[in-house]
């Protein structure tokens, strides 16, 4: 227990002392452990993004936070 937790923080921090100023994240909204976890970590949700693939057809779609 904690083991990912720990792991997004070593991530983070070797992101840091390597320049980054910022991090990001794509989850899927219905993956709630993980959302939380970022979440936790200090991560926000800034936009979503829809998608949907049958055969050879494909919709994406990104939405803004709040709408």
Same mark, same amino acid.
């Given at each position: &227990? %904690? +083991?990912? *937790?720990? +792991? ?5 921090? &070797?992101?840091?002392?390597? %320049? ?5 994240? +794509? $989850?899927? #909204?219905?993956?709630? @452990?993980? /959302?939380?976890?970022? =979440? &936790?970590?200090?991560? =926000? ?7 949907? /693939? $049958? %055969? @050879?057809?494909?919709?994406? /779609? $990104? #939405? @803004?936070?709040? *709408?």
């Amino acid at each position: &227990r %904690g +083991l990912a *937790t720990a +792991l997004l923080g070593e991530a983070c921090q &070797r992101a840091t002392a390597r %320049g980054a100023d910022r991090a990001t994240a +794509l $989850v899927a #909204v219905d993956n709630v @452990p993980s /959302r939380s976890l970022f =979440e &936790r970590c200090g991560f =926000e949700p800034v936009r979503r993004r829809q998608y949907a /693939r $049958v %055969g @050879p057809l494909s919709y994406r /779609r $990104v #939405v @803004p936070n709040g *709408t």
